[in-house]
Structure formats: structure tokens, C-alpha cells
């Protein structure tokens, strides 16, 4: 144990080597650590009231089970078997439904930060393979219900695209971590009845320890008009990894 530390349309992946001395290939979970209770705290965005800006890895396959029964799991869509599932919530509460196995990390749907409803897609999405190049780039596109509490369900349609664009040297309060994979990625939303929305991230994430810099712009639409424009650029302050 690691003491608290300052210091899916088509699937279409390309690979290829950047002019990077890192040749050899990542293995994502040398870079994306999913433990329970794994935790990381970040220097808060502007405004921000409730102390640090934090995200945290719960390891739970019930809360799988029972949204996983709100769809047919005799599809070929539901992984269950010789996975391990995971919610990587962020300082909103809200969480990414996360799931590993010897293909790679998938995303399997969102729980929004109101509690109100759930998103689960119509084809987990490969997030990352479990070892890839640098220079690897992918666009997957999936549509996904979406669950309320009060019974109601809705369609929509959701695209990740995404280049890992070479290695770099990060500083940051937590301290200076070298070989650190800049993900650049953007993740669209289509909601229906004009309802939008769209994250465009840069992330930095350190061998053996996560994201330890990030840039991410939020911005939400209705009927085209923007009504959420926001840039937050959380810099990592200390971490604790189980």
C-alpha cells in the first residue's frame, strides 16, 4: 500500500510512433491505476467551495448488476465474465462506469453528478486497449439509453475521439513526474430534443500514479445555444493508491 503522497458507428484504431524515445508499448494500467479506494487530489478550479478537487476509484460489482438488469444481458454488449468493474467518480459526483479485462479498459456508461439518472451504452467502449504505441489514435461512436429514477428512458448518441500524443515531463505540486502520456481527447454527447454536450480534455497521466494534469473545457448546448462554456485545469497535489 502507497502512503498519501504530495511529492464505440465503428471502431477505427491507427498506430503509430511519434518521434518519442519511448518506443516500447504503454499497458494502460501501468498509467491508469484501478484499485478500490484509490484516491487523487488536484488544485481546485476557480470558485470551487468544497475544498480540494478530488476523484476516487470505488470497486463495486453490484451497482454493474443492477444496471446491467435494465437492459437485455443475454446481449453480447454485457461483459461480465472475467472482468473487474469499476466508478471513477470526480469531484461532481459524477462517475465513470469502468470496466478491465485482458482486451482493455472499457467505458461502459456515466452516472450524472444529480443522482437523477444514468447513462449505459449500446457497446462498451474500448477506451484503451491494454498496450498500445504512442501515436494511437481511435474515434468510436455508440448510441446509449438513458435511465431516470422516475422509470423514464431516453436515446442518444455518443462519440469518443482520442490521440495519445507523445510523452512529457510534468510539474505539479505533487511533485515532477517524467514519461508521463499526454491524452488528448474529446467526448460529444447528443442527448435529442437539441440537447448537447461535449468535453474537449488534454491529460497527463504518470506511470504508477494517474492523471496528474489536466485541461478540460465543458461546454453544454440547447437548440445551439451554449449554455455552460467552462475550462478547468486541475494540477495534482497528492495521491493515495491502494
Not at 476523484?55 to 472475467?82: E, M, P, Q, Y
Not at 491494454?130 to 428512458?153: D, K, L, M, Q, V
Request: glycine share 10%; charged share 20%; hydrophobic share 35%.
Amino acid at each position: 500500500m502507497q502512503a498519501l503522497k504530495r511529492g464505440v458507428f465503428a471502431l477505427a484504431l491507427m498506430y503509430g510512433v511519434l518521434g518519442s524515445s519511448q518506443n516500447n508499448p504503454i499497458k494502460i494500467t501501468d498509467y491508469y491505476p484501478l484499485a478500490d479506494t484509490n484516491e487523487w487530489r488536484y488544485t481546485a478550479p476557480e470558485g470551487w467551495k468544497d475544498g480540494d478537487y478530488f476523484s476516487r476509484i470505488t470497486a463495486d460489482s453490484t451497482h454493474f448488476s443492477g444496471f446491467l438488469k435494465k437492459r437485455d444481458t443475454s446481449a453480447s454488449n454485457v461483459k461480465s465474465k472475467g472482468v473487474q468493474s469499476f466508478l471513477h467518480f470526480d469531484a461532481t459526483g459524477a462517475a465513470k462506469m469502468l470496466q478491465l479485462d485482458t482486451q482493455g479498459l472499457y467505458y461502459v456508461g456515466e452516472l450524472f453528478a444529480d443522482g437523477k439518472s444514468y447513462v449505459l451504452f449500446d457497446e462498451p467502449v474500448l477506451w484503451f486497449p491494454t498496450t498500445f504505441p504512442s501515436g494511437a489514435e481511435s474515434h468510436i461512436g455508440t448510441g446509449f439509453t438513458r435511465f431516470y429514477n422516475s422509470g423514464e428512458t431516453t436515446r442518444g448518441q455518443f462519440t469518443l475521439t482520442q490521440k495519445i500524443t507523445g510523452f512529457e515531463t510534468i510539474s505539479v505540486p505533487a511533485g515532477t513526474f517524467i514519461d508521463c502520456i499526454r491524452v488528448d481527447f474529446t467526448n460529444d454527447w447528443d442527448f435529442g430534443k437539441g440537447a448537447t454536450a461535449r468535453s474537449e480534455n488534454s491529460y497527463h497521466h504518470a506511470p504508477g500514479v494517474g492523471v496528474v494534469k489536466a485541461s478540460a473545457r465543458f461546454i453544454i448546448k440547447q437548440n445551439g445555444k451554449t449554455l455552460i462554456n467552462r475550462l478547468v485545469t486541475p494540477d495534482l497535489k497528492k495521491y493515495y493508491l491502494n
